[in-house]
């Protein structure tokens, strides 16, 4: 299938993934995987050390946690970063999606997903992002 839409500086971007500790690594395997270099995060005292040594792409918040606890994490990385923001949900309802992109995020995606999906929307996310700096 020819990819319309391939540009040799999306690739090897690095991404920024905020989980819960403890949680799994499989979404940042399955990218690492797609050819993204991936820097895991397990807390929001750690973003400010993160975005000091390596300059993310795209962050990615995949958090189980209370919608006011994103709020935290969110005002605290839009602090340090203005790139894109994916953020991952479990729960489908429209309120909470809905201040998901009121607190900062860009995109949301609310699972199950195929493993497929994940780079695919994180490369269209990317890719809009390069073509809005080639003025």
């Given at each position: 299938m020819h990819?319309?839409?391939?540009?040799?500086?999306l690739y090897d971007k690095k991404l920024l993934i905020i989980t819960d500790i403890g949680s799994s690594n499989a979404v940042a395997?399955?990218?690492?995987?797609?050819?993204?270099?991936?820097?895991?995060?397990?807390?929001?005292?750690?973003?400010?050390?993160l975005f000091i040594t390596n300059y993310p792409d795209l962050v990615l918040i995949s958090l189980a946690m209370p919608l006011l606890e994103y709020l935290s994490v969110c005002n605290v990385l839009r602090g340090y970063f203005r790139g894109p923001v994916l953020l991952l949900l479990e729960n489908p309802e429209d309120?909470?999606?809905?201040?998901?992109?009121?607190?900062g995020a860009d995109e949301i995606l609310v699972g199950p997903y195929t493993p497929f999906w994940l780079p695919a929307k994180i490369r269209a996310m990317l890719y809009r992002e390069w073509k809005s700096r080639q003025v």
């Open positions: 990819n319309m839409h391939y540009v040799p500086e395997e399955s990218l690492s995987e797609s050819g993204f270099i991936v820097m895991p995060a397990h807390c929001t005292q750690l973003i400010p050390k309120q909470i999606k809905l201040l998901g992109l009121e607190v």
